[in-house]
């Protein structure tokens, strides 16, 4: 049972563009959420986290949008850059936050 | 030096083998995790420790095992490794449970 979902396994940007990455999730329990960016060969390094009394966060080019009622999220990145190329996974904890379930991430491709 | 390492960052194994995977940080946290990628999976959880006396199982726990020798270093055993576990393995550790901080990874291979 997927508790989070990424439902777009690849995206393609332009340069300059905005990126939208989408997840889903069926907890209602889940009152954290948090976007990690992987590049080949590293490991998951986190980008920016939101809480579920917030429906808006912003971390310079990056912003992550939180719609409870219909248990989703995004992610925007505005400019994209080649260098945001990576996958991206969501993630999310509830109550306490003893542990994260991800998502099954989105790789994200910008084009020059 | 990364504040979480992984030893080994590669290695091929035949079926039947025992093998360890280990992790190391310098951050002191007190949480550590492992977790297991497989393409089209995302990140599963196998285990998890809040600390050297308490161990807890993730949701894919069975075929492996986990040992929190001290509060910087967690390991992960294959008792008897399958195929299907060939898979990329992380650890990573946190502080309050939210964000996590994980390490290069291992690319383990079961033959």
């Known amino acids: 049972d997927q508790q989070v979902k990424q439902n777009s396994p690849s995206l393609s940007v332009q340069e300059g563009r905005i990126s939208i990455l989408n997840c889903d999730y069926t907890?209602?329990?889940?009152?954290?959420f948090l976007w990690y960016k992987k590049y080949p060969a590293e490991g998951p390094t986190f980008l920016i986290s939101i809480s579920s009394i917030k429906d808006k966060n912003e971390d310079g080019r990056f912003t992550v949008f939180l719609n409870k009622s219909a248990k989703h999220l995004s992610l925007h990145i505005v400019p994209s850059q080649p260098g945001d190329s990576a996958v991206y996974f969501c993630?999310?904890?509830?109550?306490?936050?003893?542990?994260?379930?991800f998502g099954t991430g989105t790789q994200l491709k910008v084009e020059l | 030096d990364a504040d979480v390492t992984q030893t080994p960052r590669n290695r091929i194994t035949k079926t039947g083998k025992r093998i360890m995977l280990e992790c190391s940080q310098t951050k002191g946290h007190d949480r550590m995790y492992w977790y297991r990628q497989d393409p089209g999976l995302g990140l599963r959880l196998i285990y998890y420790?809040?600390?050297?006396?308490?161990?807890n199982k993730g949701e894919i726990s069975d075929g492996y095992s986990v040992s929190r020798q001290a509060q910087a270093k967690f390991s992960l055993s294959l008792e008897s490794a399958i195929p299907n576990q060939t898979a990329l393995y992380f650890c990573?550790?946190?502080?309050?449970?939210?964000?996590?901080?994980f390490g290069q990874g291992t690319r383990l291979t079961v033959v």
């Open positions: 907890n209602s329990m889940f009152d954290y």
């Open positions: 993630a999310a904890s509830a109550g306490g936050g003893n542990k994260l379930t």
């Open positions: 990573a550790t946190s502080r309050t449970g939210r964000a996590a901080f």
């Open positions: 420790s809040f600390d050297v006396k308490d161990i």
